[in-house]
């Protein structure tokens, strides 16, 4: 993939950037729907004040910009620029303004996935904070690191310098991180849901894998692993998969919400129960009003 350019990975990221944010336009449409239509007057206001509600429309917002940010970029690009010499001058330049509002909103949309990750691994293992203490250390350092990061990028020393192939300390390290959170947070989730299935109920080995699935945010780890293998080799393609790294977090977000407007739950109503610690209720049906497994 060495080989891709960068003009045509930035081509590609716009294309699939764009598709993924038209999906995910319908899902948080639908899930606007899914909270508007559940229960009365009272428990609507709730849904839509609910910190993960408030967390998903943030994490739209920020979605939303980065995307008109690329948008921008190729009209800039495309149209104002006169030869393919500075076309490719101007993408690879990490000191442009536009180029740094984009890095921000990457690191934001990531601390802010890591977040959500963090937040429901809380919830699934029973508010432990025990549990969370390594994750949210991470968050942290991923924070201070992705800060500096983008600090540096206003220095006039790096203008021109290239912006994916060459993955400076602090990038390598923000993304090796995240990675260990979202790994962690997934695995730990993943475990939980199969442990409390295989006591409460017998079901479909498709839906089963695909609530694990949906539920651990698998979806965003894989991602962000895509992220990290194609920087560290150098390819283009990881221009492609950190430009619609944002979008994903959003929608893999956004499906546990879908999941559960539609009424999927992790247990059939039989199954109502706490898990074993008794600290928590993982299940959720489409009528219950409870949020903590809204997450």
């Not at 009209?75 to 006169?82: E, G, I, N, P, V």
């Not at 429901?120 to 508010?127: E, N, Q, S, V």
């Not at 350092?141 to 500096?148: D, E, I, K």
Request: glycine residues 8%.
């Amino acid at each position: 993939m060495r080989d891709i350019g960068i003009l045509p990975a930035n081509l590609a990221g716009i294309v699939l950037e764009s598709c993924f944010y038209g999906t995910f336009l319908l899902l948080f449409i639908s899930n606007v729907y899914f909270l508007a239509a559940r229960g009365d007057s009272q428990t609507t206001r709730h849904n839509f004040t609910s910190l993960m509600f408030l967390g998903a429309a943030g994490l739209s917002l920020v979605i939303t910009v980065h995307w008109v940010i690329v948008i921008y970029q190729a009209f800039f690009a495309f149209t104002y620029l006169d030869d393919k010499a500075a076309e490719t001058t101007f993408y690879l330049d990490a000191t442009h303004w536009t180029e740094i509002i984009k890095q921000t909103l990457l690191l934001t949309s990531i601390l802010m996935g890591d977040s959500f990750v963090i937040y429901r691994l809380w919830i699934f293992w029973g508010r432990n904070r025990y549990i969370v203490i390594l994750p949210i250390g991470s968050l942290i350092a991923v924070f201070v690191l992705g800060t500096l990061y983008v600090v540096s990028m206003w220095e006039p020393r790096l203008g021109g310098a290239t912006t994916y192939t060459q993955p400076t300390f602090w990038v390598g390290a923000s993304f090796g991180l995240s990675f260990l959170t979202t790994i962690y947070g997934t695995g730990l989730i993943a475990f939980r849901i199969v442990r409390t299935r295989t006591r409460t109920v017998m079901e479909s080995p498709l839906m089963a894998l695909l609530a694990i699935l949906v539920e651990s945010a698998a979806l965003q780890t894989f991602w962000l692993t895509f992220v990290a293998i194609a920087d560290f080799a150098g390819s283009y393609a990881g221009l492609i998969a950190s430009d619609t790294l944002p979008v994903v977090i959003g929608i893999s977000n956004l499906l546990i919400h879908t999941r559960v407007g539609l009424g999927w739950s992790q247990s059939s109503s039989k199954s109502q129960r706490s898990a074993s610690t008794g600290k928590i209720s993982i299940p959720l049906t489409s009528n219950s009003n409870r949020q903590d497994s809204q997450v």
